[in-house]
C-alpha cells in the first residue's frame, strides 16, 4: 500500500497501476514555438550548446556555451540571458569580461569548464547566501564544482575536480533533489559490456557537493538502451518533484540527411521518468521531441533539449530546443507542453479502465487533470482493497466528467467527496472513453 497524501499524481508511468485494460499510457510530444534566442554574437556563434533553464523570483535565468574554438580550449565562455515571461530573453550587459576588445557582453564566466557550465538555483535549504548558486563543469575526465552569491559571479568550490569517473564532454547536470535531501549529478559516459560504444548515462549523489558517490549507470525498463542517450536534461517533475523526468537527446551517428554538412549524425530526444533516481521508465521507445521538417535540425546535434521547465502559465509548461547546431543561425527555441500533460492514461472510443493498487490518500477532493472528446468522458469507482465497490461511490453513483480541465473535481450523486474515505486503504478504478487522464491529486479543501 502507498501514501500518497495530497501530492500530485502525474500519469507518466504505470507505478500506481495494478490492472489496466483498453488503456495505454500516452506520450504528449510538445508544440514548437517562438525562438527564444539565436547565438549571433561574436562571443557566441553556431557551436553554442548547453542551455540550462530555471525560474528565480521574477526572472527566468538562461545560461548557455558561447564562443567554444576547441573543447579543451580556456577561451570558451558561458553566457547568459534572462527573461520575465519565460517567451522573451534579452542579453544584459554585465561588463565582466573582455572579448573582441570590449566588456559590453553577457559572459559570466571563461575558462575550459564553459564548454559545458550547468548552473541552478540551489533550494537546499541549508546552502549558504555565497553558493546559493551552484554548478558544474569540465572536460577532459574532470567535472569541477562552482558557485555564485548571485548567479553572475562564479567561483571554484575547490582547486581539484569533484568527478572524475566519466567523459563529461557534454551537458552534466546537478540540482537538490528535496525529497530525497541531497544533490544528485547526471553525467554523460560511454557504456561498456554488451553496450560497449553507446553514450550513456550515469548518476551519483552528494549532500555537500563537493564529496560525490560512485557513479552508477542508469537502469531502464526492457534493459539498457541500444542508442546513443547524448545527454539528460534531468530535473524534478514541477509540482510533483518525487518524480524526475529526462529529455535525453539521442544521437544517431551513422545516419546523414543533409548532404554536404561538415559532420554525419542527427539526433531527437527522448522522454524518461524515475521515482529513485536510479531506475528509469521509457514511456515510450518513440522520440518525444522529433527534427521536424525543418533540414537544418536533421543535421548533428540540433534537438538538444535544455535543462529545465519553467510554468509560463496557468495551464503551460515551457521547455527549450536547441535548433540548428553548427549553422551560423544556431538558436533556441521554446516548446510549449500542457502543465503536468507529458503523458497520460488514454482510451479510445471503445473505452477502457484502470485500477491502481491499494492506497491512501489525504484529501476529500479528488481532482483531475484531463481531456475528453465531446462524445468522451471519465468516472471514477472507489473499491476497497479486494476489488469491491464501496457504497454509494460504485461506477454508477459517479457524475461522468467531461471537458479539459487541470483541476477538475469528481463528484458522487450522494457524495461530495471524499473526506469520510480519507486514510482508509482502497483502490481506485478509472473509467475513461475517449479520453485521456494526466494527473490526479487529493485536495486538503473543496475549491471556494
Request: a positive charge; aromatic letters at 12%; charged letters at 25%.
Amino acid at each position: 500500500m502507498v501514501d500518497i497524501g495530497t501530492r500530485v499524481e502525474p500519469f507518466v508511468d504505470t507505478w500506481l497501476l495494478e490492472q489496466r485494460t483498453g488503456v495505454e499510457l500516452r506520450v504528449h510530444p510538445p508544440e514548437r514555438r517562438e525562438v527564444v534566442l539565436t547565438t549571433n554574437r561574436p562571443w557566441e556563434g553556431p557551436d553554442s550548446a548547453y542551455y540550462s533553464v530555471f525560474r528565480d523570483g521574477d526572472r527566468v535565468r538562461l545560461y548557455y556555451r558561447g564562443y567554444c574554438p576547441a573543447d579543451l580550449s580556456d577561451m570558451q565562455v558561458t553566457c547568459y540571458a534572462e527573461s520575465r515571461d519565460g517567451v522573451r530573453f534579452t542579453r544584459p550587459n554585465l561588463g565582466q569580461f573582455e572579448f573582441g576588445g570590449s566588456t559590453a557582453n553577457n559572459i559570466v564566466f571563461r575558462g575550459r569548464a564553459s564548454h559545458n557550465l550547468a548552473p541552478f538555483r540551489d533550494s537546499n535549504p541549508a546552502a549558504a547566501p555565497d553558493a546559493r548558486y551552484k554548478a558544474l563543469g569540465g572536460v577532459d575526465g574532470k567535472l569541477y564544482a562552482f558557485a555564485s552569491p548571485d548567479g553572475l559571479r562564479w567561483r571554484p568550490l575547490r582547486a581539484e575536480p569533484v568527478l572524475t569517473r566519466g567523459a563529461f564532454d557534454s551537458l552534466n547536470v546537478a540540482f537538490w533533489d528535496a525529497t530525497a535531501r541531497l544533490y544528485r549529478c547526471y553525467s554523460r559516459y560511454w557504456a561498456a559490456g554488451n553496450y560497449a560504444g553507446y553514450r550513456a548515462i550515469q548518476s551519483c549523489t552528494s549532500t555537500d557537493f563537493i564529496h560525490w558517490s560512485e557513479p552508477l549507470p542508469n537502469s531502464y525498463d526492457g534493459g539498457p538502451p541500444d542508442e546513443h542517450y547524448y545527454t539528460s536534461a534531468t530535473r524534478p517533475c514541477p509540482g510533483a518533484e518525487h518524480i524526475l523526468l529526462a529529455f535525453p537527446m539521442r544521437f544517431v551517428p551513422e545516419r546523414t540527411r543533409l548532404q554536404g554538412y561538415r559532420e554525419p549524425g542527427v539526433s531527437d530526444a527522448m522522454l524518461l521518468t524515475s521515482r529513485d533516481g536510479s531506475a528509469w521508465t521509457r514511456p515510450s521507445r518513440s522520440a518525444w521531441l522529433t527534427p521536424g521538417r525543418d533540414p537544418r535540425n536533421w543535421t548533428q546535434r540540433s534537438n538538444m533539449p535544455a535543462c529545465g521547465i519553467i510554468e509560463t502559465g496557468a495551464d503551460e509548461w515551457s521547455l527549450y530546443a536547441s535548433e540548428h547546431y553548427g549553422w551560423p543561425d544556431n538558436r533556441l527555441r521554446r516548446l510549449r507542453a500542457r502543465k503536468l500533460g507529458l503523458c497520460s492514461l488514454r482510451a479510445g472510443a471503445a473505452g477502457g479502465e484502470a485500477v491502481t493498487r491499494v492506497l491512501r490518500f489525504g484529501g476529500p477532493v479528488p481532482l483531475l487533470n484531463l481531456a475528453t472528446s465531446a462524445a468522451g468522458s471519465i468516472a471514477l469507482e472507489v473499491q476497497d482493497p479486494d476489488g469491491q465497490a464501496l457504497p454509494g461511490y460504485a461506477l454508477a453513483d459517479c457524475v461522468p466528467l467531461f471537458g479539459d480541465d487541470l483541476d477538475r473535481p469528481v463528484r458522487w450523486r450522494e457524495h461530495a467527496d471524499l473526506a469520510a474515505l480519507i486514510g482508509r486503504p482502497v483502490r481506485l478504478r478509472f473509467v475513461l472513453r475517449d479520453a485521456d487522464l494526466f494527473a490526479m491529486r487529493f485536495a486538503a479543501a473543496a475549491r471556494p
